[in-house]
């Protein structure tokens, strides 16, 4: 049984810097992806950054140059280093774990950027 635990949301103001992190645990000896998800009500969730296995990343556009994702392998934990904070970056962040075909996905994290 794999589960996420994520933590490191809150309040900021703008310009501001927040760390997110989300600890895998279980069976996992591998995975195609480990990541960052934004929701927001109403509306499916959208990618933020993700790890692909290796060492590759994604990222949205709307947070190149200011989130940088990372990875503690022996931890099986990744960290969403959010810098530059806008009021738009305002959402519940969600971790998520793909080991194909399965999506896990953790409970979400509020992340507030008052302007």
């Known amino acids: 049984q794999v589960q996420l635990v994520e933590s490191g949301g809150g309040l900021v103001q703008a310009g501001g810097s927040l760390r997110l992190s989300c600890a895998a645990s279980?069976?996992?000896?591998?995975?195609?992806?480990m990541g960052w998800y934004r929701q927001y009500p109403g509306k499916q969730r959208e990618l933020v950054a993700r790890?692909?296995?290796?060492?590759?990343?994604n990222y949205a556009d709307s947070v190149k140059g200011r989130f940088t994702i990372s990875r503690d392998n022996a931890k099986n934990t990744v960290y969403l280093q959010m810098n530059s904070l806008k009021p738009e970056d305002t959402g519940v962040y969600v971790c998520n774990l793909r080991i194909t075909p399965i999506n896990y996905w953790g409970q979400g994290t509020q992340v507030t950027v008052s302007s």
């Open positions: 279980g069976s996992i000896f591998s995975f195609d992806s």
């Open positions: 790890i692909i296995s290796g060492a590759n990343t």
